[in-house]
């Protein structure tokens, strides 16, 4: 008999009108079904589905309320449903997963029990303090809670705080504590000969990089410029405006208003040892990274957000510096904060400041390792959930 409140649970969702979804064709084989209930897990859940398509060879359904960008071939990106009694028996007739893996804080009772009623195992990794879905909480909620993650064969918590929430509502002795799945891999390629000959080009200068600067941020990049330069006289800025549009109206604005020697990329130019500031566009980031020691993010100062992904810079080795407006990186931004592996500033003032700080060739070394760590972490873990997932299927 279902719990009571899974019963009511499921009436009152009969009552809701879900939106019609165009569903992809199922692929032949076993098909392994992702669902992400936090939209900062998506992009680690398409890392896990990579390895499966690679690895196993089984197709991936990976579901979420905002789906990543792109996905590895292979793994078949669908917006999340509602979790009602309806949509989620057509979703499963028409999928036929071999296995469910939910992961972060959202839990679905109309479909863990539903799948769990068609034997179909399931589980939970990076698990976070537990909810059901957006302004579904009611009376019964911790009955219905401890019965739906009752289901799951094994509960991965993302961490402490994590474990504690989840005990709360009743989950024993299938939770264990593994901390976050892997990101995807944010590196850049580079022209390896290109590297070279910049490389031998800047020589010894320390260089720093201002990546995604929207025209709202020019002034403040400037000023840190001119302020880096107090401190060394040889320093290289290499800026990437948001808009390629924009290299034709700094170029000549640079040399009149600030006096300085300015080169561009967009016309072949290369740098000299004269050359302060080296305009460029977004298409080699992967090679400015790697030549830049620190990097500042554009976007997260006077835009809308940070433009480029900050796990893009930690992972070729280069210190961050960002300002208070993460954007869609907010989770990305506070990790590395959390781990002392990015410099956060308030104001063009402070941009300056902190670039001045890491042109101490220590102070960059261990921000930029602090921040590679960070990229690096959570292997580990999306290796147990592959293993945890074959033996769900019973090929471990």
């Known amino acids: 008999m279902a719990p009571f409140g899974l019963s009511l649970y499921r009436l009152l969702a009969r009552g809701r009108t879900a939106a019609r979804t165009e569903r992809a064709e199922r692929p032949a084989g076993r098909l392994i079904w992702l669902h992400a209930g936090d939209d900062e897990v998506a992009g680690s859940l398409a890392e896990l589905g990579r390895r499966i398509v690679e690895e196993d060879g089984h197709p991936v359904l990976l579901t979420a309320s905002t789906l990543p960008q792109s996905a590895p071939e292979g793994v078949i990106l669908q917006p999340a449903e509602a979790d009602t009694p309806a949509t989620v028996t057509a979703q ?16 679905r009772p109309a479909l863990i029990h539903t799948a769990a009623e ?3 195992p399931q589980a939970m990794i990076e698990a976070r303090a537990p909810r059901l879905p957006s302004d579904r909480d009611g009376w019964w909620y911790p009955g219905l809670m401890k019965a739906s993650l009752s289901r799951m064969q094994e509960i991965l918590a993302v961490d402490e705080p994590a474990a504690r929430a989840l005990r709360k509502v009743g989950v024993g002795t299938t939770l264990s504590i ?3 799945l892997e990101q995807p891999s944010a590196v850049l390629p580079a022209n390896a000969a290109e590297h070279e000959a910049l490389a031998r080009l800047m020589n010894t200068r320390p260089v720093w990089l201002a990546a995604g600067v929207p025209q709202a941020e020019e002034a403040a990049v400037i000023e840190a410029h001119r302020a880096g330069l107090r401190h060394a006289h040889r320093l290289l800025l290499i800026l990437v405006p948001e808009m390629p549009a924009r290299i034709d109206g700094l170029l000549p604005e640079l040399e009149q208003r600030e006096g300085w020697q300015v080169a561009s990329r967009l016309m072949d130019q290369d740098p000299t040892p004269e050359t302060e ?3 460029a566009d977004s298409a080699e980031l992967g090679l400015w990274y790697r030549l830049a020691p620190i990097t500042f993010l554009g976007g997260s100062l006077a835009g809308s957000g940070c433009i480029r992904n900050p796990m893009e810079a ?4 280069s210190s961050l510096i960002h300002g208070p407006r993460p954007g869609t ?3 990305l931004l506070g990790r590395l904060g959390a781990a002392r592996a990015a410099r956060s500033v308030a104001s063009g003032a402070d941009l300056a400041d902190a670039l001045s700080d890491l042109l101490s060739p220590d102070r960059a070394a261990r921000l930029a390792a602090a921040a590679w760590a960070v990229t690096s972490e959570g292997v580990e873990v999306t290796e147990r959930a592959h293993l945890l997932l074959r033996q769900m299927l019973g090929e471990a």
């Open 329 to 331: 990186h907010g989770a």
């Open 92 to 107: 499963l007739d028409h999928w036929l997963p071999d296995a469910i893996i939910h992961a972060g804080s959202e839990v």
């Open 118 to 120: 068609r034997s179909i």
């Open 314 to 317: 930690a992972a070729l080795g």
């Open 277 to 279: 500031v080296y305009l």
């Open 178 to 180: 593994t901390g976050r």
